[in-house]
């Protein structure tokens, strides 16, 4: 996007980037949660620091969700906004998820039985945090698009996770996107990947083991996601930005 020609365009977007992002929030970004401020603030301030503000301190973003539940069209609401590294673990590591699962002698698209989750999984999010660190140690913001599901919900690996980025002077954050049963399904059957034929063929099996009411307990701000609600409003943003800054 150009960049504001006043102070005024600069601040009426950065109440614009704000606002979104308080809709978004299950909680609301004006809750008492510390982490939910911090992050609103750093989103606002990566804004700024595009148009010649803000603090140079990296920041890495893991943002997570169930499949279908919209994290990937979110992640990319906040690399447009923030100008932060998108980096998405299917694109990343797929072609070498389906070539290592061949080789084992399983299908390409498994993505449910115990050799991918024991032998395949670990080295998906391997690759992809060792994407992020590239970044994140020359100074590049990493915005981190993968379900994060065993991840978030295991409080010792995001703590540690918080060690390792604290000692190189990162920050981190946790977002999970939410969202109902109906809308996931509706969004699997529309990319139509191979990798979701599973999903699909047994969904109530599936949806079974989801705990679509609730979030992970690392996660520092739910994002909701409903209905399509937060895709939504991101695409409203996007255009009310563009017609603050042209």
Not at 39 to 57: E, F, M, T, Y
Not at 151 to 168: H, I, S, T, V
Not at 169 to 181: K, Q, S
Request: hydrophobic content about 40%.
């Amino acid at each position: 996007m150009p960049a504001p020609t006043d102070p005024a365009a600069d601040n009426a977007a950065a109440q614009v980037i704000e606002e979104a992002l308080a809709k978004v929030s299950v909680d609301g970004t004006q809750s008492v949660n510390p982490q939910q401020t911090a992050l609103r603030n750093r989103i606002v301030d990566a804004w700024r620091r595009r148009h010649g503000g803000g603090s140079p301190k990296p920041i890495l973003t893991l943002v997570g969700g169930y499949a279908g539940s919209g994290k990937t069209e979110f992640s990319r609401f906040l690399s447009d906004i923030t100008g932060w590294a998108f980096l998405d673990k299917d694109s990343i590591t797929r072609s070498m998820t389906e070539r290592l699962l061949v080789s084992l002698g399983a299908d390409p698209n498994d993505r449910h039985s115990e050799l991918y989750l024991s032998e395949v999984r670990p080295l998906e999010y391997r690759c992809l945090m060792e994407t992020a660190w590239d970044n994140l140690h020359v100074g590049t913001s990493a915005i981190l698009s993968a379900p994060f599901i065993s991840e978030l919900n295991d409080e010792a690996w995001f703590k540690r996770l918080e060690n390792r980025c604290a000692a190189k002077g990162i920050d981190v954050a946790a977002i999970w996107v939410r969202c109902d049963p109906e809308s996931m399904r509706e969004y699997i059957e529309f990319r139509a990947a191979a990798r979701d034929a599973w999903k699909l063929t047994n969904w109530d099996e599936y949806v079974s083991g989801l705990k679509t009411d609730a979030s992970p307990p690392t996660a520092h701000i739910t994002v909701d996601n409903r209905l399509g609600s937060a895709i939504t409003l991101a695409d409203q943003t996007r255009e009310a930005l563009k017609r603050i800054l042209t």
